[in-house]
């Protein structure tokens, strides 16, 4: 490519990204009203999956750990927009105050905690009901249902993730006075030509041989939080819905008496990780490729430059969908509804409830996902 071609292309991705910076401006506002509505919803949700009568298998075990993360998440989104000078970028982090600077840091350390989680739990979820599902005959798989299980995998993937995360956010090292300007990247909310009194650097570890350490991290993470979810969810998901047909087609009998659940019957509670696996499909994926593009450019680099104004566009779809996993739970599932109404103290139909006991004797647990 010539100096000429090179120049025009550079010129025209400037154009898109100042057309993209435009519409971003409106949904980091947009995303910050929804932050808020997503978080009264979670806590509220939090509240209902933590009653006794919710917590009774690994899948409403894991649907908490699913809704702590979304909660904390958006805790995290609410303090980028009122304290924090950059809200897309952590090495943009600066601050008259050393402390402030590492206060900025551990938030960012907490979203990409939770952010990871939330996309493991989701698979967690589909392998669970899928291996239940599956081997219900098999003895040693009828423990997954069970909440213990559920408790022990949602620990052990945020003690995993945080200790993921602590490597990754060594990256940085708080400098004070710097004599080096800040990145072009800092520039959309921030003077770069001006030396904050601290700031972040990467340390030497991560910074020798053209950032190689930094480079091959961020490929990992894409592949691992990302790209593997991306496609294990989907397999998951289509291999659950599978058996449930098989089972549907043979009577539900596996070897032994199943009776199982009118809303089983009618696939409402298999919905629910469609739904999800759709949506984390179209919110995770894309970020994937833009985290990706880190690995291959400059942190200076045009490209790398319009990929990060994209975020906010993505990051919108996660907090649409943290608003809609709650409202998946309502919809589809009556233990839910019914953990409502005693909690808010309604009583229901008699008619309706004794309709239910009629089409519904008895529901194996691990296969009724409520």
């Known amino acids: 490519m010539s100096a000429g071609d090179s120049g025009s292309a550079n010129q025209t991705l400037q154009e898109v990204a100042t057309v993209v910076n435009g519409i971003g401006s409106y949904l980091h506002q947009t995303n910050f009203i929804l932050s808020c509505i997503s978080l009264v919803i979670n806590s509220f949700h939090l509240l209902v999956l ?185 397999i998951l998901t289509i291999s659950l819905l599978r058996v449930l047909r098989k089972m549907k087609k043979s009577g539900g009998n596996s070897g032994r008496k199943i009776s199982v659940s009118s809303e089983e019957k009618k696939g409402l509670t298999t919905k629910l990780i469609v739904i999800l696996t759709i949506s984390f499909f179209l919110t995770e994926a894309p970020l994937g490729f833009i985290y990706l593009v880190k690995v291959f450019f400059d942190r200076n680099d045009p490209i790398l430059l319009l990929s990060t104004d994209f975020v906010i566009y993505f990051s919108m779809l996660v907090t649409i969908n943290s608003i809609l996993h709650p409202t998946f739970c309502v919809m589809m599932s009556s233990q839910y509804r019914d953990s409502i109404r005693k909690m808010l103290g309604v009583k229901r139909n008699p008619k309706m409830s004794s309709a239910r006991n009629k089409t519904s004797v008895v529901s194996v647990q691990g296969i009724q996902m409520t």
């Open 50 to 234: 933590s009653r006794k009568s919710m917590k009774t298998s690994s899948t409403n075990i894991i649907l908490i750990g699913l809704s702590i993360s979304d909660t904390i998440i958006m805790l995290t989104t609410l303090y980028k927009h009122y304290v924090m000078v950059d809200m897309e970028n952590s090495d943009c982090v600066t601050s008259e105050y050393r402390i402030k600077v590492y206060m900025d840091l551990t938030v960012w350390s907490i979203l990409v905690v939770f952010r990871r989680c939330g996309c493991w739990l989701g698979v967690l979820m589909a392998t669970v009901r899928y291996f239940v599902v599956k081997k219900i005959t098999v003895s040693r798989y009828g423990n997954w249902s069970e909440p213990r299980v559920g408790w022990v995998m949602v620990f052990s993937v945020f003690c995993i993730s945080g200790l993921q995360t602590i490597l990754y956010q060594s990256r940085w090292m708080v400098v004070e006075n710097r004599s080096v300007p800040l990145p072009i990247n800092c520039a959309e909310y921030q003077n770069i030509n001006r030396a904050p009194q601290f700031s972040t650097m990467l340390t030497p570890f991560f910074s020798f041989d053209n950032q190689i350490v930094l480079r091959s991290y961020v490929m990992f993470d894409s592949i691992v939080t990302k790209f593997i979810p991306c496609i294990a969810f989907p």
